[in-house]
């Protein structure tokens, strides 16, 4: 469900960005420089809440562009805004960055974590309506998109974070945190209620960023109860979501056929949002994120305490 605009810019972007080399084996590693794609990606599917079609386009971007999204619908407000923590403006079920206008784009994450995880940095991402696309429910589409394009090395590093001492935030349902680590570490523990009654135990899952994302984390799949969608589908919510784009769980069994992609999928979900929100802190932290049960509620009230703790110079 994507493709590849071919033009001339992969031919004019190294100018453009004074670019060096579009090896692919940088694709999955080198978090020093920062990186754009050398054309355009074209993404179709349809939004998760709203369940209607949705076009949306990554293009090339120059140096400290950063990622920003741009609604392409809106014409008469700003239609910008920037893939920031300090935007975010709901967590309820996805996470959703909104401009001072009050533009929004919900469910930022899985683009998100499929452009942190493979080292890409400065992106325009085009959209003509409220959502990004959910696809198959996880970062696996956004990863073979950008595999098929090149990675634009730029001749500057990326900008990081150390973490200097442990912030940690936590809720009912679990908690999260940021401590001093020599690398870029996650770690994920998912703890089942009895609502998934015995359909898995713990589950653990660590991730550093020179691990391999599109083949350990990318294609784990957003899951939910069959009973919870029927109320959301019910009261107009959650529109586009189905056994396409969803592990749905009911009476302790997966409804999706075929099944799980991996025995742990939940958890490597888990890690896969965290991935996502975490590349809102728009630097590289040097640091270790642990969490047990995350949400993005979590995830983006870790980050806005752990930028009220330090100064930025
Ligand atoms: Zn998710």
Redesign the pocket.
Known sequence: MYSIISNNQANTLPNLFGAQSNARKVLRKSFIDQHTISGPIVFHGVGVHSGKAVCMIVHPAPVDHGIIFERTDIEDQPNRIKASWQMVTDTNMCTTISNSSGISVATV??ILAALYGTGVTNVLITIDGPEVPIMDGCSKAFCEGLQETSLIKQPKNRHQLKIQSTVRVENENGWAQLSPHDGNLFSVQFTPTDRYEGLTGEQHVQFSIEDDFHSIISSAR?FGFYEDAQKLWAAGLAKGASLDNTVVIHKGAVMNEGGLRYSDELVR?KL??AIGDMALAEYVLIGHYEACNPGHTLNYQLLKKYFETITLS
Request: net charge negative; glycine share 0%; hydrophobic share 15%.
């Open positions: 994450e899985h957003t979900h896969l949002d």
